[in-house]
């Protein structure tokens, strides 16, 4: 096999890189290193970055087992969205932050997608200032060639924003931010800021700061999203990429209304996104197959998702599709993990080639070794097989008295599984016997009455149902 000539590495990215995948997170940088295949479902994405560019919109689902690399997929196509001059947001979903709430969850994950608002020119996150910097330049701009009044052309601008929910409270904290920057008053635009982040808690702080009477909560959490990706338009971005992963979270809500409360807003954003109706807006979810195909607590538990979900029936004995919502990420091929191993072995050594802890044949071997303790899931789900090369790396690197063959036979390895996914463990039989005698046996003293355990019917189909007592 031929193995293309592969760059030097800085420093920063070379430890960056190292940390990251030692402790099974994806690294922030230098990602381009050691990403390998799936050529095919680059080209998917980077179609939609390219519709949304245009003024479209667009809404993938990106499924894969648990350590298959999703999250690390994720961010290949935010920085290829960053290349392509689109305004970025991801946040991982959580039991404190969901698409939809009443207790300020969709709220808090808001405010972590503002936190982690990137452009080109700032990809670490922190970029609302700079955005909205931006779009008053151009104001400021276009007023020195006119002479028309920065605020009325900054009003004027924004009247397209007034169609949609929220967009004249929207529009009057930017011309807020224009009269701050204009006086000199930094509170007034740290203000201004905070309330585009979701920051404030209360209308009345909002409205003595800003003079608005509405801030971002639970209810408004989608529309003043689309609101925000037609601002970054104006402000001359391509349109806003919101990157969504942990999507499992969802699936492990306890509560079937809350579940299908979140599963209704994934819908409205999926309607949206097929229609055309949210310009500029694009959204890419990451999740489990569970999270997708259970027909109990996943999205094919909510019909109306499950009918546009569903994958072409046409596409069967190695057909593929990628122009479906869904898209299954493929397996690392063989070829594929061995390029990826030299790429990581290329990293470890700072890409000097003289470095190399373990030859070619070592990387063979090692593969060998993973194939014999795990099978196939080795490529499948990489991040332990991953994570152990390159803690054998790091004994080589400092034990210089010992090589590889030394050292191989020790990697333990294990099958990847997501322990939040674990089956409950049932009561045993002889427990659940005696409890039920104790709860049906007269009390001492008391004139004969008995508690009866009367067993739901529904409690077998549903998972949110309980016994019924009756005293």
Known sequence: MTIPSLPTIRPRERDSLLQSLRAGVVPRIGQQHVQVGRANEVQALLSDINRINDGGSGSRFVIGDYG???????????????????????????????????????????????????????????????????????????SRASGEAVESIIRRNLDSLSELTGGYDFAEVIAKYWQGHDSGNEQLKSDAVRWLRGEFTTRTDARIALGVRTIVDDANFYDQLKLLARFVRLAGFGGIF??????????????????????????????????????????????????????????????????RLEENSYAVDGLVDYSGPVLRLASLTPEDFYVLLTKLRHVQAAGDKSAYLVSDEGIAAYMHHCAERIGDAYFRTPRNTIKGFLDLLAVLEQNPEHNWQDLLSGVTLERESNPGLAPLELPEQGVESTARKIAQSPVPGSTGAQVQIQENPLSQSTDDDLSVFKL
């Open 242 to 307: 919101i990157c969504l992963d942990e999507m499992v979270n969802l699936y492990k809500l306890a509560n079937s209304q809350a579940r299908n409360s979140n599963y209704e807003q994934i819908l409205r954003i999926l309607n949206d996104s097929t229609q055309g109706s949210a310009s500029g807006l694009g959204f890419i979810f990451g999740g489990t197959p569970d999270f997708l195909l259970d027909p109990r607590r996943g999205l094919y538990s909510y019909a109306a998702l499950q009918s």
């Open 68 to 142: 298959s690399g999703k999250t690390f997929f994720l961010h290949v196509v935010r920085s290829i969205a960053l290349q392509q001059k689109l305004v970025t947001v991801h946040a991982d979903l959580s039991p404190d932050r969901r698409l939809h709430a009443t207790g300020g969850q969709a709220r808090s994950l808001y405010a972590e997608l503002m936190r982690n608002m990137s452009t080109r020119a700032k990809p670490e996150g922190g970029a609302m200032s700079s955005v909205v910097e931006r779009f008053v330049t151009q104001a400021l701009t276009e």
